[in-house]
């Protein structure tokens, strides 16, 4: 079952290593310089106001300074729809997270409140159209007036223009592991979308973390493969753990799908498809898992010749 980019951005942008990939590779160098990436924490990103009523940010973190004398939260929201009161929305969650902290602070003895960055990431096709601070929605025609309209900025990063940036310019970002979600959820083509997966399976936070790696697998599974494949079944997806399982599975369909198309144009040549479909098999067989079942929906072969190439 498909599911939304939004909600598995969730589960991408709540583990610490992509958030320091985000601040180093996204936000400014001071702000970068100024945080130490072993203090962070996760926080709630549900308010209830003193009006009794709920609001929900997607994503909230806690970034300690360098020196542990103050905090930054991150408050990250994310947008498939363009939305013109987004930096209204966002005012409204740092507020709400704001008075949460006085009262925190009170009970601690001080009366400080730590910065927070406001950050929408949007995944949209249409460019960006939403005001980037609550100044730009009020109608202003006397300029004194201007002082008195509140301003709340927030930093967006609209993922498609993102991409077209990276692509253009020397610094890519290559080892980023935000540019590769960026990059994975905006191209299209078969060879590059294994190039920057082939990337992703081999970035050392993945080969080093657990956790990381799963969320990463869920998020191809779940949101990628259903964009990227014309025949997606879920059953065959689902079971598939190890991102190194989803790109050894994709390349086979990459191929039969190439091997196919080919064999479309030219009449006959049962044979030769037959052939490509063991060699395709006997991959899977060296490479993965999978079971003859799942390896003959793949290849379309039965499952008693897929039995006897194990021997």
């Known amino acids: 079952m498909r599911i ?97 902290l006085v009262k925190q602070r009170k009970a601690a003895g001080s009366s400080w409140l730590a910065p927070i960055i406001a950050l929408v990431i949007y995944t949209g096709k249409a460019p960006w159209t939403g ?43 290559s080892g980023n592991l935000v540019a590769l979600i960026f990059r994975l959820a905006q191209y299209s083509d078969r060879e590059v979308l294994l190039h ?32 990227w494949l014309k025949h997606y079944d879920d059953d065959i997806w689902r079971p598939l753990v190890e991102l190194s399982e989803v790109y050894n599975m994709l390349a086979a369909e990459k191929k039969l799908w190439q091997v196919w198309q080919e064999q479309d144009h030219q009449a006959g040549r049962a044979e030769g498809r037959t052939e490509s479909q063991l060699r395709i098999a006997r991959n899977l067989l060296l490479q993965t898992n999978f079971s003859d079942e799942r390896i003959a929906f793949i290849t379309e072969l039965s499952v008693k010749q897929i039995s006897a190439l194990r021997f």
């Open 131 to 173: 005001a980037i601070d609550t100044r730009q929605l009020f109608d202003v025609t006397t300029p004194q007036l201007a002082e008195f309209c509140p301003s709340q900025r927030y930093v967006l990063l609209d993922q498609q223009a993102v991409v077209a940036h990276l692509d253009g310019c020397s610094n890519s970002l």
């Open 4 to 100: 939304s980019y939004d909600s598995v951005y969730k589960l991408l942008f709540s583990e610490p290593t992509v958030v320091a990939h985000l601040i180093s590779g996204f936000l400014s160098p001071a702000v970068d310089a100024a945080l130490n990436f072993s203090a962070e924490e996760c926080v709630s990103a549900s308010f209830v106001s003193d009006a009794l009523q709920q609001r929900h940010s997607d994503v909230i973190w806690r970034l300690c300074h360098s020196d542990g004398a103050l905090s930054l939260y991150l408050v990250i929201e994310f947008q498939s729809t363009i939305d013109a009161h987004m930096a209204l929305r966002m005012t409204t969650y740092t507020a709400l997270l704001s008075q949460q």
């Open 196 to 227: 920057w997966l082939g990337k992703l399976i081999e970035h050392p936070s993945l080969q080093a973390e657990d956790s990381l790696r799963r969320s990463f697998a869920q998020w191809l599974k779940r949101a990628l493969l259903p964009n």
